[in-house]
Structure formats: C-alpha cells, structure tokens
C-alpha cells in the first residue's frame, strides 16, 4: 500500500513539473496552475477505481482550456497532453469495455467542436471544422492509440495466464496418464482376456454340445462332453469375474493378426452357423481394422453363448471414408444357460469410439439381435494440445491483437487525414480571387458591390502578419491562385460598409512574386 501511494505521488508530481514548468512561461496565473494541479491530483488518485472518469476529468480541462486558447495571442497549453495519453493507456490496461471508450471519445470531439463554434463566434466555420479535424488526428495518435495499447497489453497478460494455467493443466493430466499407465495394462490384459480367452472357451463349449448331443457316441462319451461343457461354461463366468476386477473403461486396444475372415472360418468349423458377406475394399487404418476384428469376434461369442443354433450373418461394407461391420443372428433355437457379464457390448462400444465411430445393438424383429458399428477409414480420435501448442496458441493471439492496436488507430488517421486533406482543397479552391478581379476593386467601394466579384469561402488558414490592422477593421484573406501554388494572399479590410484597404500579404517565407505587388 506504501509504494502504491508514492506511485501516485511520483506520478502527480512529474505531470505537475510540466503544468508549472509552462505555465510558468506563460506567466499563467496562479489560479490556474492551483486549477490543473488539483485536477491532477484528482485523476491520478481515482485512476485505478475509475479509469475513464480519470480520463474525462482531464480531457475535458484540456478541451475548456483549448476552446479559450485557441485564436488567442497567448498560445495554447499543452503541458495536460502527456498526462491525457499516460491515463488513456492506463485504462486501457484496466480492460474497460470498447464501447464506453467510444462514447467518452465521440462526446469529447463534439464537445470539442461545439466549444470552439461558441467561444469564437468570430472566427470562420470552415476553420473550426478545420481545426477540429486536425485535432481529431492528434486525438487519434494521442488518445486512441495509448488506450488501444493498454488493451493490448492487458489483453496479452489474460491471454498468457490462461494460456500458461491451460498448458500447465494439460502437463498435470500428462502425468497423471503417466501414473495411471499401471492401471490401463492390467485393463489391455483384461481386454485381451475377455476377447480372446472367451472367445476360444464358447467355441470350445460349442463343440462340447455338439459332442453332447451326437447319438452315434456312447453314454458315457456324451456324459463326459456335458460335464466339458459345464465346464467351459464356468470357466467363461469365472473369466468374467476376473475381467471384472481388471476392466477399465478407457483400455486401448491390443493388436490382432488374424483376419476376420479367418476368424469367421475358425468359428464355422466348431459349429456355429455364420456365414461372410465381405464386400470390404482397400487398407484400413491399424486401429479400424483391429476394431472390426474385435467387433465379430465379440457377437460370434455372444452369439455361441446367447442364441445356441442361431444362423449368423456378418457383413463388411466400405465406403470412401467409413467401413461399417453388421452383424446379425436369427435367434437361439433352444434354451439359454449362458452367464452373461454385461462387459462385452460397452468394451466395443469403447474400442468403437477410441477408433472415431459409432456402434448400435439391439433386438431384431421378429428374433434375433443385430450390433451394426461404422467407423471412418482412417479412424482415431484428436490427440489433446500439448504445452507447446497451447503457448504457441497464446503467442499468435498477442501478435493479432499488437497488430489490430497498431492498425486500428494508423487506418483511422489515414482516412480522417484523407477527410481533411480533402475538405482543405475544397475550402481551398473556394476561396480564389483572380488577380484581374482583385486589381478591379478599389478603396471607397461599398462592401455590398465588393461582394458581388468575390468568392464564396475566404481562407481557412490566413497567413500571421507582422502589422495587424485596425481592431475596428474587418478584413478578409483570398488566394490569387489554387493551394500550394502562391507565396501571397489578398488582404480586404472593411470599416462601417465599405472597403477600407487591400494589401497583399506574404504567405511564407518566401518574398511575394512581382505580380502580386501589382
């Protein structure tokens, strides 16, 4: 808190050293320096709680004072400038919303232009437009471009603590992957186990049945494939309490080299009735292919166990970016003893979607049962950002938005300069009086008959003269010739409705051409 307030002391007393440093120039009086630094003061102490009322606080002062200044032997005070752009950055860094800058910019520029039209009634229209377009390029480079900034920069430091807290979240889980690596082996064993293991023991209870039911054995041969088959059957339900333990969910799977043609013709010659409809082309991805061969290879067990004599048809279809394996049985002929565990469909509904896919089962009408999966032909599923890849994210985000803080307030500027440089020319352009017609007036002539050969704007930038006429005097500056293309102006002066001088006038350094002392 202590170094908080001589911040504020610091940053008070080097704005103030310039208000006194000019005003003591100028010989302002004290008011007024006491005026400026108590509005210092004020902004530098409620620039953390009120950013855009510190601002405004201190923009409008500059604007009163410009508004008194401007037009004025006295000059015009600058020394608020530094402080008006050090407190427009700063609000930009306290991340106020765009829109409320907007208005405080907006209401500034018309109060700014409303001011100057009051105060100096007697001055031109056309100047003041042109004035306040030029102040509008200096707001732009000395308000607009400090808050855009400070946005800039605060926008960078929330990017880069999300970014870091992200990257560092993304490590976090890495390592726990890391100590959790333990725990998927035992579940790609269980997996193994359920798939391979039980697979082999229904075909092996299959064939036991077979052998149960042959009448051309002996009694005591078939009473022996009976108690095999008891057998099997608890061994299948002793493996599914022992995959129980070892499950886990989120197990990739393990690799398998035979194919599912193989796998179809190994489980016909036990004994089931499955047949293959393969009409499969080109290569799939390791993990596809595996993911098809699991996915027969669970329904042909689940088939052998849940629907004894069922007819089984499996079909493999590819199309240009999915293959799709369906797999259907006509229901059990006989009775059903098979324990079931509930872990083989929600293992290939994981291997299903670890592989990018989709898989359904459910009851066929009139029997039966049908497991459909369709996966894409490259498969897998989006690796998560590293660390690297989210701080990179960060860093191209802080350069865009470096380049929209240095864009916006540059294109802006260009087109109210374009705007300005424009209106100058016409005012400009309007404001010619042809040498010919300046030679035709002379002194005496009445203002109204002056009137008639003049043109319809003067100059929005008269020349400054070393003599200044008469106060009483209103006088009047043409251009002989376009912008740019003369070193003098015409000078008229009126007194009580008449015309009371015309002189020309040097309008740069350069000495004016003979034709214009004509």
């Known amino acids: 808190m202590m170094w908080r ?32 630094l108590a509005v210092l003061a004020v902004a530098v102490v409620t620039r953390r709680r009120w950013p855009l009322a510190a601002l405004v606080l201190v923009a409008w002062t500059e604007i009163i004072i410009l508004a008194f200044a401007l037009g004025t032997a006295s000059g015009v005070q600058i020394a608020l400038v530094p402080a008006i752009s050090l407190l427009s950055y700063l609000a930009g860094r306290r991340e106020t919303q765009l829109r409320h800058f907007v208005q405080l910019c907006v209401g500034s520029l018309v109060g700014m232009l409303v001011l100057s039209l009051t105060m100096r009634k007697d001055a031109q229209a056309t100047e003041a437009v042109l004035t306040w377009l030029l102040m509008l390029l200096l707001a732009l480079l000395l308000v607009v471009l400090p808050w855009l900034i400070g946005r800039y920069r605060a926008q960078q430091a929330l990017l880069a603590t999300a970014g870091w807290e992200r990257a560092e979240r993304i490590e976090r889980e890495q390592q726990l992957e890391i100590g959790q690596e333990r725990l998927r082996e035992r579940s790609r064993i269980a997996e193994d186990m359920h798939d391979s293991v039980g697979h082999e023991l229904s075909l092996i209870a299959l064939r036991a049945a077979a052998l149960e039911l042959d009448p051309t054995l002996p009694e005591e041969h078939r009473r022996a494939a009976g108690e095999l088959r008891e057998s099997a059957a608890m061994a299948t339900e002793r493996l599914g309490e022992i995959v ?32 293959l409809v393969d009409e499969a ?15 027969v290879q669970e329904t042909l067990t689940n088939a052998s166990k849940h629907a004894p004599g069922a007819a089984v048809t499996v079909t493999v279809t590819s199309r240009e970016d999915a293959v799709q394996v369906e797999v259907l049985d006509s229901g059990a002929t006989r009775s059903v003893d098979a324990p079931s565990g509930g872990h083989g ?81 016409i005012a400009g352009y309007s404001a010619i009086l042809r040498p010919a017609e300046y030679a035709g007036l002379t002194v005496g002539q009445s203002e109204a008959d002056v009137a008639k050969v003049l043109p319809r704007m003067e100059m929005v930038d008269p020349p400054a003269e070393r003599e200044r006429p008469p106060a009483a005097w209103s006088c009047r500056y043409y251009r002989p010739a376009p912008p740019f293309s003369a070193t003098y102006v015409y000078r008229l002066c009126f007194s009580d409705g008449a015309l009371v001088d015309k002189a020309v006038v040097q309008s740069g350094s350069v000495t004016p051409t003979p034709e214009g002392n004509r």
Do not use: K, N
Not at 415 to 422: E, K, P, Y
């Open 345 to 425: 469909l929600a293992g290939l509904r994981e291997r299903v979607r670890l592989a990018g896919g989709t898989l359904t089962a459910g009851p066929r009408t009139p029997s039966g049962f049908a497991v459909t999966a369709t996966m894409p032909r490259a498969g897998g599923r989006p690796e998560p950002q590293t660390a690297a890849v989210e701080r990179a994210t960060v860093r191209r985000s802080a350069r865009r938005g470096l380049i929209t803080a240095i864009a916006a307030p540059v294109l802006l500027g260009a087109a109210v300069g374009a705007v300005a440089l424009g209106y100058y020319l």
């Open 244 to 275: 129980g333990v070892l499950r886990d969910q989120d197990a990739p799977t393990m690799p398998h080299d035979e194919s599912v043609q193989a796998l179809v013709e190994r489980a016909a010659a036990s004994g089931l009735a499955v047949q």
């Open 281 to 295: 082309d080109g290569e799939l991805a390791p993990m596809v292919d595996r993911a098809v061969h699991r996915v």
């Open 5 to 36: 307030r001589l911040g504020d002391v610091g940053l008070w007393a080097a704005a103030s050293l310039l208000v006194l440093a000019e005003s003591g120039a100028r010989q302002d009086p004290f008011w007024f320096r006491a005026s400026c």
